[in-house]
């Protein structure tokens, strides 16, 4: 990597703190003008520290993830949406995994009203939102707390979730690329996630359309081993391609 002027480094933390930065933003904030701003994420997408979007920039997350309160913030509508379709497709009386994810807690939050469901998970802010729902029994894995976004992961996580068998899971990933394999950045984490799609009967894959741009090193698992793809726009061809070849059915979020 290039050493960096001040204002480059400037910039990509930005795009560290918000997950996206935005040519108009930044030529505001920089007091130039957004020619020179364009040039600037320009030269950090060359040397893959940002990804080009429209408008601006996201981070080029290929090791390390947005932080947590940037996350939740990011395409927040589009996660409510998507919360609220997945909790229409959850019928009462039966039982889920919930995982950890910003999109994940929408639907914990969507789920406000149903009844006698069992919701086993691995997500401390998932627990928080459904404690409040005395028609809701809340079933919480042990393991290792992640102060960065309180998940819990780890072996003892993966052998609780092993015990059981769901009728649903909710799942979220960091990224879904175009072969339609599934990404984390925690293989701890990752472990969870392929216990829990191995031990439901339906699975739900819950995730807005910026999961279709980016990167992540570990690998959860296939498109083709989810029932739904929920998401707020048509994904790219390819995916659209294996959707199609996988029988799994394609939710679009209005």
């Known amino acids: ?11 990509l933390e930005q795009a560290r703190e918000a997950g996206r930065v935005t040519v108009e933003e930044l030529a505001t ?3 130039v003008t957004p020619q020179t701003i364009r040039r600037d994420l320009n030269e950090l997408c060359d040397q893959r520290l940002l990804k080009r979007v429209h ?3 996201v981070l080029a ?9 940037a996350r939740r913030l990011l395409a927040s509508e589009e996660k409510q949406r998507i919360g609220r379709r997945a909790a229409e497709l959850i019928p009462d009386n039966c039982s889920l995994f919930i ?11 969507a789920l406000a009203g149903h009844r006698g469901l069992m ?3 691995n997500n401390i802010n998932v627990i928080n939102i459904l404690h409040t729902q005395p028609e809701i029994e ?19 996580a993966t052998d609780f979730i092993r015990q059981f068998k769901v009728d649903y899971a909710v ?38 359309h910026m999961k279709f741009s980016r990167s992540a090193p570990v690998r959860i698992g296939h498109l083709s081993q989810v029932d739904r793809l929920i998401t707020d726009e048509m994904p790219p061809p390819s995916l659209r391609r294996i959707c199609e070849e996988s029988g799994v059915r394609i939710e679009i979020a209005a």
């Open 29 to 31: 904030h920089f007091r």
């Open 61 to 69: 997350t290929g090791i390390e993830n947005v932080k947590y309160e």
């Open 171 to 208: 799942i979220g990933a960091s990224a879904i690329e175009e072969e339609g394999d599934l990404l984390d950045y925690d293989y701890r984490e990752v472990r969870v996630s392929q216990a829990i799609i191995e031990n439901a009967r339906t699975v739900f894959l819950v995730a807005d």
């Open 1 to 11: 990597m290039q050493d960096l002027s001040p204002r480059l480094e400037r910039i």
């Open 138 to 156: 809340t079933i919480v894995t042990g393991g290792v707390l992640r102060h960065s976004d309180g998940g819990i992961v780890g072996e003892q």
């Open 55 to 57: 408008g601006g920039a």
């Open 119 to 121: 919701a086993i998970t």
């Open 99 to 109: 995982n950890i994810g910003t999109t994940t807690e929408e639907v914990a939050r």
